[in-house]
C-alpha cells in the first residue's frame, strides 16, 4: 500500500489476555516508531527500529511490552497480561531514515481497549 | 525529561478568524515539528522547523521557532471549517535522541461555519 497500514484497527481483549498489534510500514522505509496515544494527550514514544533491530526500546512501560521486525518491514507490538491501563491508540510510524532527517509517515493507529 | 506544554488545549472560534497556539518548554530542541491529527487518523506532518528565529509560511499558516529553540507558535490567518483538528507540537532531541520526538498534548482546534 501507499501508506502505513496498522491491523487490527480496533481491538478489545479481556485483562490478562495477550495482544498483537501488527505494523506494515512504507516500502523502503528502514526506520519504524511504535507511539501510544492515551485519551486527550499527544503520542508517547515507544520503541524505535533501524532495520531489524530496536535502536531504542527505552519507552517500553515494562517488560509485558515487546516489539519485533524480524526482517526488517513489518513489526510486531507484542503486550502480554493486559491490563486497563495499556488501554490507548498504538500508532505506528515510519520514515525512509531517521527523523528528523526526513518525514515520518503515522499509520491510522489500533485502539486497544482492555476491560 | 523533555516537555512541551501546548496552548490552549481547547479553541472554538468563527470561520474567518485569527488564531495563535503556542508550544512551549524549558528544553531546547534540534528541530521542532508541527502535526495536524483528525479522529481515527495518524499524526501528517505539516512543517518542520530548524533553525532558531526560523519562520515558515504553509498558506494560511505561519509557523515560528523561537530564538533558542524552546518554543514554537502556529498561527492561522483566516481560520475556515476545514482546519478543524488537532494540532500537535513534537520536538526532536540532539544527537542520539533526534529521532525520539516528544508531543505536546496538542490542541483541539474548532472552526465554525
Known amino acids: 500500500g501507499a501508506g502505513v497500514s496498522q491491523t487490527p484497527s480496533n481491538k478489545v481483549t479481556e485483562k490478562g489476555k495477550y495482544v498483537e498489534l501488527r505494523c506494515d510500514p512504507i516500502s523502503g522505509h528502514t526506520a519504524l516508531y511504535w507511539y501510544r496515544q492515551s485519551l486527550g494527550q499527544g503520542p508517547e514514544f515507544l520503541i524505535y527500529f533501524q532495520g531489524t533491530g530496536a535502536a531504542d526500546d527505552s519507552g517500553l512501560p515494562n517488560d509485558r511490552f515487546f516489539a519485533v521486525r524480524p526482517e526488517g518491514s513489518v513489526s510486531t507490538l507484542k503486550i502480554q497480561r493486559t491490563e486497563r491501563g495499556d488501554s490507548a491508540v498504538y500508532l505506528c510510524?515510519?520514515?525512509?531514515?531517521?527523523?528528523?532527517?526526513?518525514?515520518?509517515?503515522f499509520g491510522q493507529g489500533t485502539r486497544l481497549t482492555v476491560v | 525529561t523533555q516537555l512541551l506544554e501546548q496552548s490552549p488545549q481547547f479553541l472554538s472560534i468563527q470561520e474567518g478568524e485569527n488564531l495563535t497556539v503556542y508550544c512551549n518548554s524549558s528544553?531546547?530542541?534540534?528541530?521542532l515539528q508541527w502535526y495536524r491529527q483528525e479522529p481515527g487518523e495518524g499524526p501528517v506532518l505539516l512543517v518542520t522547523?530548524?533553525?532558531?528565529?526560523e519562520v515558515k509560511k504553509l498558506k494560511r499558516l505561519t509557523f515560528q521557532f523561537g530564538d533558542a529553540r524552546k518554543d514554537s507558535s502556529l498561527h492561522i490567518t483566516a481560520a475556515q471549517p476545514g482546519d478543524t483538528g488537532l494540532y500537535l507540537c513534537a520536538g526532536a532531541g540532539s544527537g542520539a535522541g533526534s529521532y525520539q520526538l516528544t508531543f505536546g498534548k496538542g490542541t483541539k482546534l474548532s472552526v465554525i461555519p
Open positions: 510510524a515510519s520514515s525512509l531514515i531517521g527523523i528528523p532527517n526526513t518525514e515520518a509517515f
Open positions: 528544553s531546547v530542541f534540534s528541530s
Open positions: 522547523v530548524v533553525t532558531g528565529g
